[in-house]
């Protein structure tokens, strides 16, 4: 047991000590940066524009066009006609709530109580930490924000997490989601049958707008819940469902209808069956796009045409892991690829990276598209963006050139230097 607490003491002394050196590498201002002749693809209504420039001054994007000149004292960064595209999304991870997944005192995304475990209230954004050593990973593959997704622990609604940018912002930058769990994920948190997570529901419902008596001892939820909860029934936030079955898509529609409540599907395997309905609805829905094998019961119409399926009927596409998500995050290039391998058009692969998650999340006014007025998140690629054979050059977030390296380049660098007289261990 001894010998467990001292490397778990070692090991996050170590960690924090990387953090902290990556965080000091970053730079401290805003850049002003042309960069001249990219093919730009801008996630936004124009498309994709060959030989073309983007300006930024303070931050922000300027201007984007062809031939455009570079104002004194601003820096010119040669495309060379490689693509240039906004900094990507990450997925719905605990990165900065969480940097060893077997190690409890570095996790914050679940909420564990026996008495009222319904707390819509818990928001794991408070815990996130800027100086994580998986947001320098993360960045190497071109991602810019992620959206801190609470997980189930004692109730089936996990709380609240907001959209954070990886670029040493210590808070969120738009509205908290409130992340549910339905179905058989759920059901262990809900007297082992799926159809109580309705009533359940209905009761918070009904204690959120005020129906039951705030004494009742009866009550699922404490005041700030019924709180939290009456303001994502009044429109003001989105509900993020994890649900796969399409039956339970089905009720998941209908009780969100008649309760005009925003919603989003995450995972979604069998949301094909009813992709007119999400479309009628506008429900976007955040594709396990590897998803082709019927690993549970409520995964029986996996398919890896999820995505191309519901996009074609009208449906907001985005992705999402199921696993591993935070230490993971590279995959998401790989997610959008598979959907595109697998009949989803290329620049709405692009859009599930980007624009899409962005205006989902309600932040789609600030980043997720190359546009003038918007925050220049950008990365600018060797190659295919969706293609993972290649690799980002250069990520910006608001317009400062993030340190290309993490502790993954550290490790690799220091044990292929060349060996010298002295043991390994000691090269450095």
């Known amino acids: 047991m001894s010998r467990v607490l001292l490397v778990s003491a070692r090991c996050r002394a170590w960690l924090g000590t990387t953090a902290l050196l990556m965080l000091a590498a970053l730079p401290v201002h805003a850049q002003d940066l042309l960069v001249r002749n990219a093919t730009v693809h801008t996630a936004s209504a124009r498309g994709s524009l060959e030989h073309t420039d983007v300006l930024v001054q303070g931050g922000i994007i300027r201007a984007v066009g062809a031939g455009l000149v570079a104002p004194a004292g601003v820096s010119v960064v040669e495309a060379a006609g490689k693509p240039l595209t906004p900094a990507l999304f990450g997925g719905i991870t605990d990165i900065g709530i969480e940097e060893i997944s077997g190690e409890s005192a570095t996790v914050d995304s679940t909420l564990k109580l026996d008495d009222q475990p319904l707390r819509p209230e818990f928001d794991v954004s408070l815990a996130f930490n800027p100086a994580s050593v998986l947001i320098p990973v993360a960045r190497l593959d071109g991602i810019g924000f992620t959206a801190l997704g609470a997980n189930s622990g004692g109730g089936f609604i996990a709380g609240q997490g907001g959209v954070m940018r990886l670029d040493g912002s210590a808070d969120p930058i738009g509205p908290l989601a409130l992340y549910i769990r339905l179905g058989a994920a759920g059901a262990e948190l809900t007297g082992n049958s799926r159809a109580a997570q309705w009533m359940l529901l209905e009761q918070m419902v009904s204690e959120a707008r005020g129906r039951v008596p705030a004494d009742s001892p009866h009550a699922?939820?404490?005041?700030?819940?019924?709180?939290?909860?009456?303001?994502?029934?009044?429109?003001?936030?989105?509900?993020?469902?994890?649900?796969?079955?399409?039956?339970?898509?089905?009720?998941?529609?209908?009780?969100?209808?008649?309760?005009?409540?925003?919603?989003?599907i995450v995972g979604g395997t069998e949301a094909w069956r009813l992709a007119p309905q999400l479309a009628q609805a506008n429900v976007p829905v955040f594709v396990d796009a590897l998803g082709n094998l019927p690993s549970s019961f409520d995964q029986l119409g996996a398919t890896l045409e999820n995505a191309a399926r519901l996009r074609a009927a009208g449906v907001q596409v985005s992705f999402a892991q199921r696993d591993?998500?935070?230490?993971?995050?590279?995959?998401?290039?790989?997610?959008a690829g598979n959907a595109v391998a697998n009949g989803l058009p290329w620049q709405d692969g692009l859009a599930g990276l980007t624009r899409v998650p962005a205006q989902v999340l309600g932040v789609g006014d600030r980043i997720g598209s190359i546009e003038v007025g918007k925050l220049a998140d950008l990365v600018l690629w060797e190659g295919d963006p969706l293609d993972v054979g290649h690799y980002a050059e250069q990520v910006w977030l608001g317009g400062r050139a993030m340190p290309m390296r993490s502790r993954q380049t550290e490790l690799r660098d220091r044990y292929m230097t060349p060996a010298s007289t002295e043991p390994r261990a000691y090269s450095r």
């Open 220 to 264: 699922l939820l404490t005041p700030a819940g019924r709180a939290t909860l009456a303001r994502y029934l009044a429109g003001q936030g989105r509900l993020v469902v994890q649900v796969d079955r399409a039956a339970d898509i089905r009720q998941l529609l209908r009780w969100a209808g008649r309760e005009n409540v925003k919603i989003a």
């Open 324 to 335: 591993d998500a935070s230490h993971n995050a590279r995959k998401m290039r790989q997610l």
